[in-house]
Structures are given as C-alpha cells and as structure tokens.
C-alpha cells in the first residue's frame, strides 16, 4: 500500500493538525523528530491531571465518534477519588458506511493517538487504556501493533515511563499501559457499551444507560470512551494550548473534521479542513465537483445514518455539528455520500435499511422488528410492488422505532428512512405509481441489494489533506 499523500488541492493556510504533509510520520523516529513524546509529555506531566482536563475544556473539543460530545466534559465525569480502577477506552471500530477516516490516522499518524491517550489517561489518572479496532482493519491494526511496540521500547508507554518522566518534588510517576483489541466484525460494538461489552470477551450487547461509563464501565469500573479522530487532536492541544485550538473552524465545534468523501465525486478521499467549511467546497473544490458534470441529487453528510439533504438545498451549507442541525441533518463521522441526479434513491436507501437490519443486535423489538419491516416494505417498493400506502407506513415504521430503543441504532436505521421519505417523497410517489423495475440506469456502483450481481466496491485510499 503506498505511503503517498496527495496534497494538490490544499490552500497553504489549512491546517493539518491530524494528518500532516510530513512523509514517513508514521515512524517513531521521524514523530519524535517533529516534536512527538518527549518535551510535549514532559509538559503535560509537569500539569495537574485537573489542569490537563481544563486545557481540554477550553480548547471546546468534541468528540469525532457521531456524538459531537464535548471532550473536556466527558473527562470530567470521571469520579475524582481514586478508589476503584480506571480505564480508558479508544473507540476504532469504525463501522459506519460512508466513514472511513480513523483508519487513515491508524495508517499515517499512529503516535498522536497513543499520545492522545497517554494524555488523556494520566488527566484523569487511568489505570490501563485499550485502543479496540475493528476485525476488517487487519492492516491498520498491525501498524497500530508496531507503532506501539515501538512507544513501549522507547520507554514511553508502561512502567519505563517513571524513569522517562519521572515526577518533580514529592510527586508520583505516572506510567499506564496500552493494550490493544481487534473486533470480530459487529457494526453494533462502535456503541460505546457494546464496545465494553466486546472487550471484555461477552456478546457485543448495548447496555441500557444510565449508569453511564464514567460510573460504571468496563468490569463496573469508570470507564472514558472517545473516537480515535478525538483522542488524535489532544496532543494537538496541549501544543497549542486549548485558546488557539478553539478558534480554528466554527467556534461552537472548532478543530479540523477529516471528511471521507465518497459516492459520485471525481476526487473521492479523506480531506482534512476546518470545521464549517462550505459542503460545496468540499465536493466542488476539493473533491473535484461530480463526474460528467451532473447535478447532485443527495448527499448523506455524516454516513449512512445520517439524514440526507436534497441537492438543491446545499448552497451555504458548512461542515459542522451545529451548522447541520440548523438544516435538519447531523455531522456524525463526518462521511460524505454524494449522489447524482440519474441515482435511485430507493434502491440506496433499501441498501443502507438493508445494512441497519442485518447489525442490528435484536434486543430490543422496536429495532429488531422495525428494521425487518423497513427493508421489507422498502424492498417491495424497490422491485416495483410498492402500494401508495407503503410511503405513509414506511415513514410510520420509522416513527416507531426511534426513540423507543436502548441504543442508538435504532435512530441510525429510523432517520435515513423517515428524512428520505420526508425529502424525496416525489421519488416514492413516482415509484410506486409506475412500479417499473430498475427504475434508473444509476442504481449506484457501490450498492447492492440481494438479488443483483456483487459489484466492485471503491474504496478510496488515497489522503488528500
Ligand atoms: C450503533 C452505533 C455505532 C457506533 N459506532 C462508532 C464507531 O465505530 N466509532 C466511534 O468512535 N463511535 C461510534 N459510536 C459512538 C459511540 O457510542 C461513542 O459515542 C463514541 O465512541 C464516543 O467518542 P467521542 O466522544 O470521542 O465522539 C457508535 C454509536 C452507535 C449508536
Ligand atoms: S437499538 Fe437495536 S442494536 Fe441497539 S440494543 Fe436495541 S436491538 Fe440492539
């Protein structure tokens, strides 16, 4: 797998905080060169672990996992005694179609998130750190092996770490260890309580909430789960100090968003920019606008499971958690799925209720039956056996899943649904009036529905930062 980075599309003045222009940074050797581990760390561990958090909080952080939590908070839910085990737990099960970007920090910048947790654990006095990795990343769960072989032989991970940071006056050495977990291939385990329930060798079950995990969280103890993209950005952080972290992109959701952009786009690929940049730019200017110059039907503009936005309702639309809300979407993985006008519509969205259904975990019914309902009622829709009624019913399934459910799955499998049929509803009603099968010579090259031949899936690969 080649190394390059592409770079061609960048204006200077953009920031790459997660994915720097710097070949071979995935070396410890070349990491440290650039400023990685020593006086850094030395810094933070000359702070208070309270100081550290704070640093956090007014860097206005939020979490890349699809929550958009702010970080700094979440740290300071952790209990303050130091009675019980702590753990920390890294979030890289990276499951969501459309979202492919934690795999390019595993691949490109492996040492800002052992760094990141190194950070994170000593702010809220961690006992051990896990960095959990979805099964299908077999590549980037070696490179993770290496990177952090290479961290512990350099003294910067596990009891060596008193004698590299040893503490000043009567203080106490830190030192934590890092280990980590490949998954076995479950969409549901991203979920944070699923995901402890996986480590810890049992069914990757959501657990209902409350207690939260910074109370009870992996074997009972308090737990702190974040996204790799946010745990890459807290070295980041301490460099610059959280004040100037915070006046990068939007202010209300600041930092740089590594945005996957895929679907019907001349330059598919992870780009790194500032939170609220222009959509339009993102497809336009850096992805290279759609092939054939056709217009855009649909963009999904944080994976699948986010709602959708109509193609002429892009205009002025930016890339961040509180800009989407107001247009009736969410940034969630930052993944963008762009459609063009000749794409079936229904023919992706069975493809995506068709995804939701088949992880969806069964155990609680509003999601393990809805979801059947859903693909059912969209499959006969698909096939050109869809009854005018069967728009109504969809929307009222869909209804009836979310909210009713222990985890957020169920709203992941509701909203495509409801906010297609709200949106596109003159595609339904087209549908269902002609009942013709295929309905669009598009039906889109990466989406298959039982019944078609597998098709090749593009997988982008190349970063363009
Ligand atoms: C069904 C489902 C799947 C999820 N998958 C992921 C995932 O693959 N990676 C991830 O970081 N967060 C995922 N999340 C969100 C996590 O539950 C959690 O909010 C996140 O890891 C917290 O990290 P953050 O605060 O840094 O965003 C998922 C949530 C749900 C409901
Ligand atoms: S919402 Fe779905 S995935 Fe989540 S716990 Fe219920 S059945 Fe399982």
């Not at 549901?188 to 995990?213: D, H, T």
């Not at 699948?304 to 002025?316: A, K, T």
């Not at 009622?377 to 009624?389: E, F, H, K, Y």
């Not at 099968?437 to 899936?457: A, D, K, M, T």
């Amino acid at each position: 797998m080649s190394e390059t980075t592409e770079h061609s599309q960048t204006e200077s003045s953009t920031p790459k905080l997660i994915l720097p222009d710097i070949p071979g940074f995935k070396n410890i050797e070349t990491y440290l060169k650039h400023g990685g581990y020593g006086d850094r760390l030395k810094k933070v561990f000359s702070m208070t672990p309270v100081a550290v958090t704070d640093e956090v909080k007014k860097s206005n952080l939020r979490g890349r996992g699809g929550a958009a939590f702010p970080t700094g908070l979440k740290w300071s839910f952790m209990p303050k005694d130091n009675a019980r085990k702590r753990y920390l737990l890294i979030n890289g099960d990276e499951s969501e179609p459309g979202s492919f970007k934690d795999r390019q920090i595993f691949e490109f910048n492996p040492h800002q998130i052992i760094e990141g947790m190194l950070i994170a654990s000593y702010a809220m006095q961690v006992d051990h750190a896990y960095l959990y990795i979805r099964g299908e990343y077999a590549y980037w769960y070696r490179l993770m092996e290496k990177a952090v072989a290479d961290a512990y032989a350099k003294g910067f991970i596990g009891e060596k770490m008193k004698e590299m940071f040893p503490a000043s006056g009567d203080g106490v050495s830190y030192s934590v260890d890092i280990t980590l977990h490949k998954g076995a291939g479950a969409y549901i385990v991203g979920e944070e309580s699923a995901l402890m329930n996986s480590l810890e060798g049992g069914r990757g079950y959501p657990r209902v909430k409350p207690p939260f995990p910074a109370n009870v969280g992996l074997w009972g103890q308090p737990t702190t789960i974040n996204n790799v993209e946010t745990i890459a950005n807290v070295p980041i952080i301490m460099e610059m100090g959280g004040e100037a972290f915070s006046k990068i992109g939007e202010p209300k959701h600041p930092g740089t968003l590594l945005l996957g952009l895929s679907g019907h786009v001349n330059r598919p690929g992870v780009y790194e920019l500032p939170s609220g940049t222009l959509l339009t730019d993102v497809i336009y200017k850096y992805g290279g606008g759609v092939p054939g110059n056709k217009k855009i039907k649909m963009v999904i503009p944080g994976g699948s499971s986010m709602p959708p936005l109509r193609g002429d309702s892009l205009e002025g639309v930016k890339m961040d958690a509180e800009s989407l809300k107001l247009v009736g979407s969410s940034i969630g993985t930052g993944g963008i799925m762009v459609m063009d006008e000749d794409t079936d519509i229904i023919h992706v969205l069975t493809r995506i209720a068709k995804f939701y259904w088949h992880e969806s975990c069964g155990q609680c019914t509003p999601c393990r039956e809805g979801t059947g309902w859903l693909l059912k009622v969209l499959r006969r829709i698909d096939q050109g056996q869809g009854a005018p009624s069967d728009i109504d019913l969809l929307h009222d399934v869909a209804q009836n899943i979310e909210g009713r459910t222990i985890c957020a799955l169920g709203e992941a499998a509701a909203w495509p649904v409801k906010f297609t049929v709200q949106r596109f509803r003159e595609e339904f009603e087209k549908k269902v009036s002609t009942n013709n099968v295929p309905s669009s010579p598009n039906r889109v090259h990466s989406l298959r529905v039982g019944g078609l031949e597998p098709v090749q899936v593009h997988v982008p690969i190349v970063v363009r930062v």
